[in-house]
T-cell receptor, first 113, second 114 residues
Framework: DAGITQSPRHKVTETGTPVTLRCHQT?????MYWYRQDPGHGLRLIHY???????DKGEVSDGYSVSRSKTEDFLLTLESATSSQTSVYFC????????????FGDGTRLSIL | QQQVKQSPQSLIVQKGGISIINCAYE??????FPWYQQFPGKGPALLIA?????SEKKEGRFTISFNKSAKQFSLHIMDSQPGDSATYFC?????????????FGQGTILTVHP
């Protein structure tokens, strides 16, 4: 399995609080992605990174921000969590965006009450 | 806007049967079509992938069929086993400046009865 660690694995928090999810990789891959998974929607891309300090928005980026200060870590922040952000969040990594597959972590289950 | 539509939502197959999951896409810029398998509590894992220069790709019991003109692709699981019971996602991405961004289908829950 690709060396991807997501933390925390589970979190329950209240509406309006800030939340940060961490994705840590040991593969030295350039590309990193954050997806959310919801029933009936599959996985949807939130943000992605194509290098240290290089990030861009995905399909459902509103209410989320990201940071990547070093190759191995990609952080997803919900500045003020809302109930609509209750979801399972997956991080993925890829060595080459065009020729190599994305490998996924085991996810963070986030519940916002 | 759902750019990749997957069907059926759920599928029940007897052991030894053939499981077929279909996907249709809209964006003609898509040029990479992977299938992912996901077990409960785990992240999706790449199963098999195809590019539009071939119409079929087979790996063991898993086959992707690709129809570029119809903008459709499908996953066939031959000799389905109870261990194949999982959720399957099709996906697609475009080349160029897409940075490998994947657009996923809605998923199919496959149950294989012994």
């Amino acid at each position: 399995d690709a060396g991807i660690t997501q933390s925390p694995r589970h979190k329950v928090t209240e509406t309006g609080t800030p939340v940060t999810l961490r994705c840590h990789q040991t593969e030295n891959h350039r590309y990193m992605y954050w997806y959310r998974q919801d029933p009936g929607h599959g996985l949807r891309l939130i943000h992605y990174s194509y290098g240290v300090k290089d990030t861009d928005k995905g399909e459902v980026s509103d209410g989320y921000s990201v940071s990547r200060s070093k190759t191995e870590d990609f952080l997803l922040t919900l500045e003020s969590a809302t109930s609509s952000q209750t979801s399972v969040y997956f991080c993925a990594i890829s060595a080459d965006a065009f020729n190599q597959p994305q490998h996924f972590g085991d996810g963070t289950r986030l519940s916002i009450l | 806007q759902q750019q990749v539509k997957q069907s059926p939502q759920s599928l029940i197959v007897q052991k030894g049967g053939i499981s077929i999951i279909n996907c249709a896409y809209e964006n003609t810029a898509f040029d990479y079509f992977p299938w992912y398998q996901q077990f409960p509590g785990k992240g999706p894992a790449l199963l098999i992938a195809i590019r539009p220069d071939v119409s079929e790709k087979k790996e063991g019991r898993f086959t992707i069929s690709f129809n570029k003109s119809a903008k459709q692709f499908s996953l066939h699981i031959m000799d389905s086993q109870p261990g194949d019971s999982a959720t399957y996602f099709c996906a697609a991405s475009a080349g160029g400046t897409s940075y490998g961004k994947l657009t996923f289908g809605q998923g199919t829950i496959l149950t294989v009865h012994p």
